[in-house]
Nanobody, 123 residues
Framework: QVQVVESGGGLVQPGGSLNVSCAAS????????MGWDRQAPGKQRESVVK???????DLANSVKGRFTVSRDDAKNTMYLQMNNLQPEDTAVYYC?????????????????WGQGTQVTVSS
């Protein structure tokens, strides 16, 4: 099957930076897209970034100019670089990877979420 593992996150002071990564492994035939959501305490989950393969990056207005994404398709990994972090960025960040399962042929679609990683911005 397919597994998705997040790493990174942690505690940082306002204005600081963090990098989180999201890696997929397993029987992956093709990746359609990757993205990140976040959920702050007491708030609804919101999209941070959506990145369809071959398409434009769609960043939430609240993070534009501060967050950037990159990906290594050979490693099925996406990276979220977060700069100038603010207390309102404090949340659990969840990545997802969406695509097709299989090795020599198509076996089905998947959309797998990571386990979530805590990002805390506080002085």
């Amino acid at each position: 099957q397919v597994q998705v593992v997040e790493s990174g996150g942690g505690l940082v002071q306002p204005g600081g930076s963090l990098n989180v990564s999201c890696a997929a492994s397993g029987r992956i035939l093709r990746i359609y897209g990757m993205g990140w959501d976040r959920q702050a305490p007491g708030k609804q989950r919101e999209s941070v970034v959506k990145w369809p393969t071959g398409g434009p990056v769609d960043l939430a207005n609240s993070v534009k100019g501060r967050f950037t994404v990159s990906r290594d398709d050979a490693k099925n990994t996406m990276y979220l670089q977060m700069n100038n972090l603010q207390p309102e960025d404090t949340a659990v960040y969840y990545c997802y990877i969406q695509g097709e399962r299989g090795t020599s042929g198509y076996e089905g679609d998947f959309k797998i979420w990571g386990q979530g990683t805590q990002v805390t911005v506080s002085s």
